[in-house]
């Protein structure tokens, strides 16, 4: 093999590691004795950011990126501080990586790998095997030498990556559109059989056991007949201990293609098969209440379903988007934020800070509401119990308090958000709280703590990182529950610990 671009160069190996990313953004601290606990549920913790509100969830929130754009300053600037993950979005393509047969040159993706890792983002790659962008040479090899070539691509892409990709789109686009369910022509199917996507994830796994493995394809985003056959394959391969990890649903949506009825639900059914499902390829063609609904209906349902690990649209702003005529994206062609990036950044339980990412801000139309949810400011102040938990006696002056926030609701569920407050005269070094769960209504997904029971109701005490709190200080944590409707209000305890 020659490799035009050494591996590394420009960039900084090993890969920077993202979970510290994530605890930092979402444990918020600060004094707060002289602020209300209703001012400071409502306001005081919401981040300000698409990847930092989506961080504080446990998730990411990414974009594609094309490496001819990070010269231009806004871009950069709009990636850097919205953004806490990447999709190169033509780069590790088969024509950009692998021209000639075994001449692999990396230089556009390294670029683009390099930017993520110095900003401490996720790298999702993409793709290895796909009937588009597909060389010519690949196209006249006979099967075994296609065969071989597809393993040689695969194991060369991923081990030049290795240790630094969050998840890989191993396969894309194999499947038909319309009802027959069947596989789409292209040169790994027709010469191959339906054997060589196996081979794929097999070879995948080999070369880099780390990265998360993904099918990702269009129109799989409700359940019809293609998505019933990818549906069909996944279960497959995890009976048979195929490797998958991940469905990837690009989700193009337009007039004729709107966001499905059924949209959570399918992400549901995939989860159920024992993969993480993630939001690939996000865009909304439209403008307007309209566009900014679609994108929060997306967003709820991500939020609703544990396995739904993260969300990338394609695209940072109109003006470079693959379809740029629709203005499919959160920022328009002057990096100005939309009304799609208010209803997406309320959706994550973010709150605008008010300040640019990068470009201008254009006050725009604000985000309606839908059955994608509205957010909320309704906050009530919890009980307040300097009490011992297990029947400890805590350090007189011990004490903290507990307040509800829902952050947004949706049919079928919603999300809220617990700050809880040391409002006692002493630090604390861990707390617990409890509550009475609406009966019929079960937590899907809670972080930030570490959920339990006690007598009946549903506890959730401080995670390693975010029990110690000194005076007046405080920190929060989310869940997202399936069933409704909301409380407004909930009385949540709170014992030191
Ligand atoms: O088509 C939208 C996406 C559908 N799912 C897979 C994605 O990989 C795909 O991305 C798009 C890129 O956004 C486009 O930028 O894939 C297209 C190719 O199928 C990309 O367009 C190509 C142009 O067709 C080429 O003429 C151009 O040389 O981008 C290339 C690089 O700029």
């Known amino acids: 093999m020659?490799?035009?671009?050494?591996?590394?160069?420009?960039?900084?190996?090993?890969?920077?590691?993202?979970?510290?990313?994530?605890?930092?953004?979402?444990?918020?601290?600060?004094?707060?004795?002289?602020?209300?606990?209703?001012?400071?549920?409502?306001?005081?913790?919401?981040?300000?950011?698409?990847?930092?509100?989506?961080?504080?969830?446990?998730?990411?929130?990414?974009?594609?990126?094309?490496?001819?754009?990070?010269?231009?300053?806004?871009?950069?600037?709009?990636?850097?501080?919205?953004?806490?993950?990447?999709?190169?979005?033509?780069?590790?393509?088969?024509?950009?990586?692998?021209?000639?047969?075994?001449?692999?040159?990396?230089?556009?993706?390294?670029?683009?790998?390099?930017?993520?890792?110095?900003?401490?983002?996720?790298?999702?790659?993409?793709?290895?095997?796909?009937?588009?962008?597909l060389p010519s040479w690949v196209?006249?090899?006979?099967?075994?030498?296609?065969?071989s070539a597809m393993d040689n691509h695969i194991t060369q892409v991923m081990r030049h990556y290795k240790g630094e990709i969050y998840a890989w789109d191993v396969a894309n686009e194999a499947f038909q559109d319309g009802g027959s369910g069947a596989r789409r022509s292209s040169p790994f199917q027709d010469k191959l059989g339906d054997g060589y996507m196996e081979e794929a994830f097999r070879t995948a796994r080999a070369a880099d056991p780390d990265?998360?493995?993904?099918?990702?394809?269009?129109?799989?985003d409700g359940v019809n007949a293609k998505s019933n056959a990818v549906y069909a394959m996944v279960k497959d391969f995890k009976a048979r201990g195929v490797p998958i990890d991940c469905v990837g649903l690009q989700g193009h949506f337009n007039s004729q293609s709107p966001v499905p009825g059924d949209y959570q639900q399918n992400l549901q059914r995939f989860a159920d098969l024992g993969v993480d499902v993630q939001i690939t390829e996000l865009d909304v063609a439209g403008s307007g209440t309209a566009q900014a609904n679609s994108?929060?209906?997306?967003?709820?349902?991500?939020?609703?379903?544990?396995?739904?690990?993260?969300?990338?649209?394609?695209?940072?702003?109109?003006?470079y988007s693959w379809r740029s005529g629709?203005?499919?994206?959160?920022?328009?062609?002057?990096?100005?934020?939309?009304?799609?990036?208010?209803?997406v950044l309320t959706a994550l339980g973010g709150s605008d800070s008010g300040g640019t990412s990068a470009g201008t801000t254009n006050g725009g139309t604000s985000a309606g509401t839908t059955n994608g949810g509205t957010s909320t400011g309704t906050t009530n102040g919890g009980t307040t119990n300097g009490g011992a938990t297990g029947g400890g006696t805590p350090p007189a002056g011990q004490g903290c308090t507990a307040a509800f926030r829902l952050v947004s609701a949706w049919t079928g569920g919603y999300q809220v958000e617990v700050s809880v407050l040391n409002s006692g005269s002493g630090a604390l070094s861990g707390w617990t709280t409890a509550w009475t769960q609406p009966s019929g209504q079960t937590i899907a997904n809670l972080w930030n703590a570490?959920?339990?029971?006690?007598?009946?109701?549903?506890?959730?005490?401080?995670a390693a990182y975010n029990g110690q709190l000194a005076v007046g200080a405080s920190t929060t944590f989310g869940y997202v529950v399936n069933g409704g409707p909301p409380p407004t209000s909930l009385t949540i305890d709170c014992q030191s610990a």
Not at 306 to 318: E, L, P
Request: aromatic share 8%; proline share 2%.
């Open 2 to 133: 020659t490799e035009q671009s050494p591996h590394g160069r420009g960039r900084t190996k090993p890969a920077r590691r993202h979970g510290p990313r994530i605890a930092l953004a979402a444990v918020t601290t600060g004094a707060v004795a002289a602020v209300s606990l209703i001012a400071l549920s409502g306001t005081a913790h919401a981040a300000s950011t698409l990847g930092a509100s989506a961080a504080a969830g446990g998730r990411y929130f990414g974009t594609a990126v094309a490496a001819n754009h990070l010269g231009e300053a806004s871009y950069a600037a709009t990636l850097d501080a919205e953004f806490n993950a990447v999709t190169p979005e033509n780069e590790m393509k088969w024509d950009a990586v692998e021209a000639s047969r075994n001449t692999f040159t990396f230089s556009a993706a390294d670029q683009i790998v390099g930017h993520a890792q110095s900003k401490g983002m996720k790298i999702r790659g993409h793709t290895l095997v796909w009937y588009s962008q």
């Open 326 to 343: 629709d203005t499919p994206l959160l920022f328009d062609g002057n990096y100005a934020k939309k009304a799609a990036y208010t209803a």
């Open 211 to 220: 990265a998360k493995l993904c099918y990702n394809d269009y129109n799989i």
């Open 450 to 462: 570490v959920q339990g029971t006690s007598d009946g109701r549903t506890t959730a005490h401080n």
């Open 295 to 319: 994108y929060s209906t997306v967003v709820n349902a991500c939020l609703a379903v544990s396995r739904c690990t993260g969300m990338t649209v394609w695209g940072i702003t109109d003006k």
């Open 139 to 147: 196209s006249s090899l006979n099967a075994t030498d296609l065969k």
